[in-house]
Structures are given as structure tokens and as C-alpha cells.
């Protein structure tokens, strides 16, 4: 089993920047491929950003890519989730997930291990 748990949350001006990790225990997830999803108050959990084990492959959805990045440390059995130029759009509970396998999915059904989620709020 892994457990994932997630840091870096909190309120930020619109513009700002915060750093999410995620910590994972139980077992090394070196081998895992790990996402970031959010929800926001009465939607559903979207995507975010995928990485591979290698952090070879990377995806981002639409909405963040050129303001977030995604990365890993292995060795650390911790990824991270640099987000720049926040936006008030981007308040939201931010989750950390694992999968087993490799490959990179964006979709919620396709992650096998998910954190409880950090809050980050964006002020205009």
C-alpha cells in the first residue's frame, strides 16, 4: 500500500506562486507514474499534471500549462507541483495520486492511491 500525503497549500494573491509536495510512504513509488488533480467547490476532480517514473514524459492540462511544472525526486518518494501566475480560477483542493504502471493518465478512475488534498485559495 501507499499512502500519499500532501503540503504547500494556502492563500495566495492572484499572481503568486506556491509549491506543492507530495510525500509518499509505505512502499517507494519510483516505479509509479503520479498526477496532481484539484476540485473546486461544486465540480468535479480534474486533472492537472501527469509524470512518469522517469519524469521522461510529462502532461499538463490546458488550463496551467506554461504556469505549472510538475516534478519528481525519487529518491525523495516525494513529487511536486510549482505553480506560478496563480489565478483566483485556480482555488481549489489539490490532490496528489499514484498509479501502478507507468504510463500517464488524466483521467480520476486511472490512479490507484490518492492523497487527502490541500487546500489552495487564490485572491483576486
Known amino acids: 500500500q501507499v499512502q500519499l500525503v500532501e503540503s504547500g497549500g494556502g492563500l495566495v494573491q492572484a499572481g503568486g506562486s506556491l509549491r506543492l509536495s507530495c510525500a509518499a510512504s509505505?512502499?517507494?513509488?519510483?516505479?509509479?507514474?503520479m498526477g496532481w488533480f484539484r476540485q473546486a467547490p461544486g465540480k468535479e476532480r480534474e486533472f492537472v499534471a501527469a509524470?512518469?517514473?522517469?519524469?521522461?514524459?510529462?502532461y499538463y492540462a490546458d488550463s496551467v500549462k506554461g504556469r505549472f511544472t510538475i516534478s519528481r525526486d525519487n529518491a525523495k518518494n516525494t513529487a511536486y507541483l510549482q505553480m506560478n501566475s496563480l489565478k483566483p480560477e485556480d482555488t481549489a483542493v489539490y490532490y496528489c495520486?499514484?498509479?501502478?504502471?507507468?504510463?500517464?493518465?488524466?483521467?480520476?478512475?486511472?490512479?490507484?492511491?490518492w492523497g487527502q488534498g490541500t487546500q489552495v485559495t487564490v485572491s483576486s
Open positions: 495520486a499514484a498509479r501502478e504502471g507507468p504510463q500517464l493518465r488524466s483521467g480520476v478512475a486511472g490512479y490507484d492511491y
Open positions: 509505505g512502499r517507494t513509488v519510483s516505479r509509479n507514474a
Open positions: 509524470i512518469s517514473w522517469s519524469s521522461s514524459s510529462i
